[in-house]
């Protein structure tokens, strides 16, 4: 049998298959291409081209895709072959450098928010040449952006790699002050912890919810759900187990390094994490495990749910952001270094992104915002919707040493002088952890903990790269041609303290009273994606965003509607549902089982003469008044629901939908999950929570 160490990337083009099959010269054109950026040359696209068809038809592939990650949030491919007819009635497989670069899918279909009129309807794709062609069944897939004709980006790569460029440029400037000019690039890394719920197919197939909206709209709570704590790292079933064998192997395969699996808070919840990789690579990354944890489920008989909020009364599903700036050469700029001169880099960095996310928290908020999310955030399972930073205690007490001109503790009563030479050595503190915040500082890292386990990581690591990147073009301009650059930074380090330390805090997240304090101090909390997409296009969004060029001013607007879009969609969907649900299923259900306890307390009668004892009629009359609440409130759901349907501009719609439709589906689902809690589970349409969550 093979070894993973055999089979790990093995269906991968990467760096050892093109050192191994291309050229020289070639490999060496497309490293500068990959590694620094350099325009890649036609005769060098075709050279690479040639060698991937020969790698992958060796494989077995016959077709190629473009890849790529359209406005959807989900991946697109479109195949075509490698075939192409020989004069002698036979075909031989081509695939030009052409092909290789660029693509021109119709996709009228995707989401465009008015960028793009469907009569010039053909986006074209281009190659992605810093993350790695794969193969995916007999598919040779590569990489690629999205962009319409005119250049604006349809796709959530392309300001992914915009933003990875601002940052890598503004980095740099900061370095060079600090005499480390011979960084060629500065990397993003992340490391994305994936949650997600698997439940047995044949439940899943009985509930319309869980097909049409990827969560149960009903469900009264299980008697079990993880009050006992003793799911989170629980020994993992044998079903589980063998699902997540065949996922590592799989995932394996595609070179992403899967890493860690153990079972999460609540029952049924699994948590995978990969070795961290660059975000670009990350991301790709990610976006084909929530794919392939979906289809290696499919074999095992279970359905593998990436919804943010499946069940109701138990966790929802995240997914933990690990965010770290590195050089090129290695080093780490969010690790405290081991000298007071590399001390003083750290903290400016860290700095940067203090004040990033002080400034750009709304960004952040957006970044997250789904339907799906609004779940989520602020339920006491998941960071509020409130952004903060955590620092430990240790950092903390720098910055306040630092802003107050007093001695910091751990230094022999030294002044916390930036003088690069007076700065003290701290220690990463790693037993530090709090678990409620929204952005902690990890020892070496960030780890932001707001995305939703379904989002695409790409969204919340342009927002913070370029928030970040913007805080370090701040510094640099103020700090490029100083005289004294040590007093010039220890006074920017200090204002950047007290400016932003309101964004600072190491308590309990999931407190009432922080909600209450960091309104106090002036942070926003956006509860919903209706209350916050709309500031996605504020004047110093907008301006910050465009002039770093990660966005086009068009290119906000765009996704601005469709976010909202897809919230109203997703809303209405589910809000329908609910409606047939109730209509077609519960209330019939809860009817019949009604009329069978009444007939048997006829029955009684008829028997003994008695009265009908209290049990049949209590529950007669309860069940009745339960179905006359269903049918209203049934009735009431529909009424808002077409009233917001009707509504034209989206993002009053969404405004609507968040006011209206919400809360009566709310109502609709209490009436129901009651008269569940009532009927003989035998007349019970649909699987309950106890079956779905302990049916593994
Ligand atoms: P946790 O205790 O939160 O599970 P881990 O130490 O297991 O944290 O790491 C979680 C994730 O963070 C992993 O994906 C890991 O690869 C990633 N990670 C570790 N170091 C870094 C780093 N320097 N930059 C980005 N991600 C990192
Ligand atoms: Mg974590």
Same mark, same amino acid.
């Given at each position: 049998?093979?070894?993973?160490?055999?089979?790990?990337?093995?269906?991968?083009?990467?760096?050892?298959?093109?050192? $191994?099959?291309?050229?020289?010269?070639?490999?060496?054109?497309?490293?500068e291409?990959?590694?620094?950026?350099?325009?890649?040359?036609?005769?060098?696209?075709?050279?690479?081209?040639a060698?991937?068809?020969?790698?992958?038809?060796?494989?077995?592939?016959?077709?190629?895709?473009?890849?790529?990650?359209?406005?959807?949030?989900?991946? &697109?491919?479109?195949?075509?072959?490698?075939?192409?007819?020989a004069?002698?009635?036979? *075909?031989? +497989?081509?695939?030009?450098?052409?092909?290789?670069?660029?693509?021109?899918?119709?996709?009228s279909?995707?989401?465009?928010?008015?960028?793009?009129?469907?009569?010039?309807a053909?986006?074209?794709?281009?190659?992605?040449?810093?993350?790695?062609?794969?193969?995916?069944?007999?598919?040779?897939?590569?990489?690629?952006?999205?962009?319409?004709?005119?250049?604006?980006?349809?796709?959530?790569k392309?300001?992914?790699?915009?933003?990875?460029?601002?940052?890598?440029?503004?980095?740099?400037?900061?370095?060079?002050?600090?005499?480390?000019?011979?960084?060629?690039?500065?990397?993003?890394?992340?490391?994305?912890?994936?949650?997600?719920?698997?439940?047995?197919?044949?439940l899943?197939?009985?509930?319309?919810?869980?097909?049409?909206?990827?969560?149960t709209?009903?469900?009264?709570p299980?008697?079990?759900?993880?009050?006992?704590?003793?799911?989170?790292?629980? *020994?993992?079933?044998?079903?589980?187990?063998a699902?997540?064998?065949? #996922?590592?192997?799989?995932l394996?395969?595609?070179?992403?390094?899967?890493?860690?699996e153990?079972?999460?808070?609540?029952p049924?919840?699994?948590?995978?994490?990969?070795?961290y990789?660059? *975000?670009?690579? &990350?991301t790709?990354?990610?976006?084909?495990t929530?794919?392939?944890?979906q289809?290696?489920?499919a074999?095992h008989?279970?359905?593998?749910?990436?919804?943010?909020?499946?069940?109701?009364?138990?966790?929802?599903?995240?997914k933990?952001?690990?965010?770290?700036?590195?050089?090129?050469?290695?080093?780490n700029?969010?690790?405290?270094g081991?000298?007071?001169?590399?001390?003083?880099?750290? #903290?400016?960095?860290?700095?940067?992104?203090?004040k990033?996310?002080d400034?750009?928290?709304?960004?952040?908020?957006?970044?997250?915002?789904?339907?799906?999310?609004?779940?989520r955030?602020?339920?006491?399972?998941?960071?509020?919707?409130?952004?903060?930073?955590?620092?430990?205690?240790? +950092?903390?007490?720098?910055?306040? $040493?630092?802003?107050?001109? @007093?001695?910091?503790?751990?230094?022999?009563? @030294?002044q916390?002088?930036?003088g690069?030479?007076?700065?003290?050595?701290?220690?990463?503190?790693?037993t530090?952890?709090?678990?409620?915040?929204?952005?902690?500082?990890?020892?070496?890292?960030?780890?932001?903990r707001?995305?939703?386990?379904?989002?695409?990581?790409?969204?919340?690591?342009?927002?913070?790269?370029?928030?970040?990147?913007?805080?370090?073009?701040?510094?640099?301009?103020?700090?490029?041609?100083?005289?004294?650059?040590?007093?010039?930074?220890?006074?920017?380090?200090?204002? @950047?303290?007290?400016?932003?330390?309101?964004?600072?805090?190491?308590?309990?997240?999931?407190?009432?009273?922080w909600?209450?304090?960091?309104?106090?101090?002036?942070?926003?909390?956006?509860?919903?994606?209706?209350?916050?997409?709309?500031?996605?296009?504020?004047?110093?969004? *907008?301006?910050?965003?465009?002039?770093?060029?990660?966005?086009?001013?068009?290119?906000?607007?765009?996704?601005?509607?469709?976010?909202?879009?897809?919230?109203?969609?997703?809303?209405?969907?589910?809000?329908? @549902?609910?409606?047939?649900?109730a209509?077609?299923?519960?209330?019939?259900?809860?009817?019949?089982?009604?009329?069978?306890?009444?007939?048997?307390? &006829?029955?009684?009668?008829?028997?003994?003469? !008695?009265?009908?004892c209290?049990?049949?009629?209590?529950?007669?009359?309860?069940? !009745?008044? +339960?179905?006359?609440?269903?049918?209203?409130k049934?009735?009431?759901?529909?009424?808002?629901?077409? &009233?917001?349907? /009707?509504?034209?501009?989206?993002?009053?719609?969404?405004?609507?939908i968040?006011?209206?439709?919400?809360? $009566?589906?709310?109502?609709?689902?209490?009436?129901?999950?009651?008269?569940?809690t009532?009927? /003989?589970?035998?007349?019970?349409?649909?699987?309950?929570?106890?079956?779905?969550?302990f049916?593994?």
């Open positions: 049998m093979e070894t993973v160490k055999e089979y790990f990337g093995s269906n991968v083009f990467d760096d050892r298959v093109m050192k $191994a099959m291309l050229p020289g010269n070639v490999y060496a054109s497309l490293r291409t990959i590694d620094e950026g350099k325009p890649l040359d036609v005769s060098v696209a075709n050279a690479v081209a060698a991937m068809r020969d790698w992958a038809v060796e494989k077995g592939a016959t077709h190629y895709t473009h890849w790529f990650q359209p406005l959807t949030g989900i991946t &697109a491919e479109k195949h075509d072959g490698f075939i192409s007819p004069p002698d009635g036979g *075909v031989i +497989l081509e695939f030009s450098g052409k092909e290789l670069i660029k693509g021109e899918p119709d996709a279909s995707f989401p465009s928010g008015g960028l793009r009129a469907t009569f010039e053909r986006g074209y794709t281009a190659w992605d040449p810093t993350s790695y062609a794969f193969i995916k069944g007999k598919t040779l897939c590569i990489p690629t952006a999205f962009c319409a004709y005119g250049g604006a980006a349809l796709d959530k392309t300001p992914l790699l915009r933003s990875m460029e601002t940052l890598s440029l503004q980095a740099k400037r900061i370095l060079k002050l600090f005499g480390n000019a011979s960084v060629k690039r500065v990397i993003t890394n992340v490391g994305p912890e994936q949650e997600y719920f698997l439940v047995d197919k044949k899943y197939d009985q509930r319309p919810d869980l097909r049409l909206t990827g969560r709209l009903f469900g009264a299980a008697p079990k759900g993880q009050e006992m704590d003793d799911h989170y790292f629980g *020994v993992i079933k044998p079903r589980v187990a699902f997540m064998e065949e #996922l590592n192997d799989e394996w395969k595609l070179g992403i390094l899967a890493k860690t153990h079972n999460e808070v609540a049924a919840q699994h948590e995978l994490a990969p070795i990789s660059t *975000v670009n690579v &990350a790709d990354h990610n976006q084909l929530m794919e392939i944890m289809k290696v489920a074999r008989g279970l359905v593998c749910l990436l919804h943010e909020k499946p069940f109701a009364g138990v966790n929802g599903s995240g933990h952001n690990n965010w770290s700036i590195t050089t090129d050469a290695g080093q700029l969010l690790s405290p081991e000298t007071p001169y590399e001390n003083a880099q750290f #903290l400016l960095f860290l700095c940067a992104v203090i990033a996310v400034d750009y928290q709304d960004l952040l908020r957006i970044s997250v915002a789904t339907a799906g999310n609004d779940h955030l602020g339920a006491n399972e998941a960071p509020p919707a409130v952004v903060s930073i955590f620092l430990g205690d240790e +950092l903390t007490a720098v910055l306040e $040493a630092i802003e107050n001109d @007093t001695p910091y503790r751990g230094t022999e009563k @030294t916390m002088k930036l690069v030479d007076v700065l003290p050595k701290f220690n990463r503190d790693s530090d952890r709090n678990r409620t915040s929204p952005f902690a500082f990890t020892g070496n890292k960030f780890e932001f707001m995305l939703g386990s379904s989002n695409s990581i790409a969204c919340a690591n342009i927002m913070l790269n370029a928030a970040v990147a913007e805080s370090l073009r701040i510094y640099a301009d103020r700090l490029e041609g100083v005289e004294d650059f040590e007093t010039a930074l220890h006074d920017m380090i200090k204002k @950047t303290i007290k400016d932003h330390k309101r964004i600072l805090f190491n308590g309990n997240g999931y407190d009432d009273a909600l209450a304090e960091a309104e106090k101090r002036g942070l926003t909390n956006y509860r919903t994606t209706a209350d916050c997409m709309p500031h996605l296009l504020d004047q110093k969004n *907008v301006d910050m965003l465009t002039s770093l060029g990660v966005f086009r001013p068009e290119e906000l607007t765009s996704r601005c509607e469709i976010m909202l879009e897809n919230y109203c969609k997703t809303i209405l969907i589910e809000a329908r @549902t609910m409606v047939s649900m209509k077609t299923q519960i209330a019939p259900a809860v009817e019949g089982f009604t009329a069978d306890v009444a007939q048997n307390a &006829a029955r009684k009668k008829a028997f003994d003469g !008695s009265l009908p209290s049990y049949e009629a209590k529950l007669v009359s309860e069940l !009745s008044a +339960l179905t006359d609440e269903i049918a209203l049934t009735d009431a759901l529909e009424k808002a629901v077409s &009233a917001a349907a /009707d509504v034209a501009d989206v993002i009053k719609q969404s405004a609507e968040r006011d209206t439709v919400l809360p $009566a589906m709310d109502a609709l689902r209490e009436a129901c999950d009651t008269a569940e009532l009927t /003989d589970k035998k007349c019970w349409p649909f699987p309950n929570y106890a079956e779905l969550l049916g593994v």
